[in-house]
């Protein structure tokens, strides 16, 4: 299996531009999970879903965030409009069953810098 | 709110050296607890977990124990080598999905 895979692996923008992150979880895995990574805030979960609806979604950070999973593999994170103190690393996470005590499988992470 | 607290980085040692990093945990309930690995450039992966106190993890050489005394979960490992070179996350479980991650220890082994 490919594991999960993320893109782009790195992204600049400007502020105000509009930023999509995207994800493929790995193939059979119910549950997936947006982290954010900063040096201030270290890692947080932004959105969890189950089956591709939104669980928990408590720890994004405003409406400028959204996240959508259309269909079980694919998920995207949107930033409109992206500012500067958004700038980290966006980790996609998936797992069977949706539990930490199941192994949480994560992606490479899209480094995000924004202008 | 429930969390981990971890050791401040950076940590330098040389091959074959005895590696410790702390965590301690701060809940009010009785959270599983785990280990993160980030190599360079990839995701987080589960290096070892521990569900109740008492429990010992393991995987890779690689030890921790479920203190409740001390509301610890140090990780441990006899011998280290280059390829160990990591950052290493404490976490918690705050429910059944979400974790709270500690701040990151960042290991750096010399040849």
């Known amino acids: 299996d490919a594991g999960v895979i993320q893109s782009p692996r790195h992204e600049v923008t400007e502020m105000g531009q509009e930023v999509t992150l995207r994800c493929k979880p790995i193939?059979?895995?119910?549950?997936l999970f947006w982290y954010r990574q900063t040096m201030m805030r270290g890692l947080e979960l932004l959105i969890y879903?189950?089956?591709?609806?939104?669980?928990?979604d408590s720890g994004m950070p405003e409406d400028r965030f959204s996240a959508k999973m259309p269909n079980a593999s694919f998920s995207t994170l949107k930033i409109q409009p992206s500012e500067p103190r958004d700038s980290a690393v966006y980790f996609c996470?998936?797992?069977?069953?949706?539990?930490?005590?199941?192994?949480?499988?994560f992606g490479s992470g899209t480094q995000l810098s924004v202008l | 709110g429930d969390s981990v607290t971890q050791m401040e980085g950076p940590v330098t040692l040389s091959e074959e050296a005895f590696l410790t990093i702390n965590c301690t945990y701060t809940?009010?309930?009785?959270?599983?607890l785990f280990w993160y690995v980030q190599y360079p450039g990839e995701g987080l992966q589960l290096l070892l977990k521990a569900t109740k106190a008492d429990d010992k993890g393991s995987n890779k050489g690689f030890e921790a124990t479920y203190r409740k005394e001390t509301t610890s979960f140090h990780l441990e490992k006899g011998s280290v080598q280059v390829s160990d070179s990591a950052v290493y996350f404490c976490?918690?479980?705050?429910?059944?999905?979400?974790?709270?991650f500690g701040a990151g220890t960042t290991v750096t082994v010399r040849a």
């Open positions: 996470a998936s797992s069977s069953e949706g539990t930490v005590h199941e192994k949480l499988f």
């Open positions: 809940a009010t309930g009785y959270p599983s």
């Open positions: 193939s059979g895995h119910n549950s």
């Open positions: 879903f189950n089956n591709n609806v939104p669980i928990d």
């Open positions: 976490a918690l479980s705050l429910n059944d999905y979400k974790l709270s």
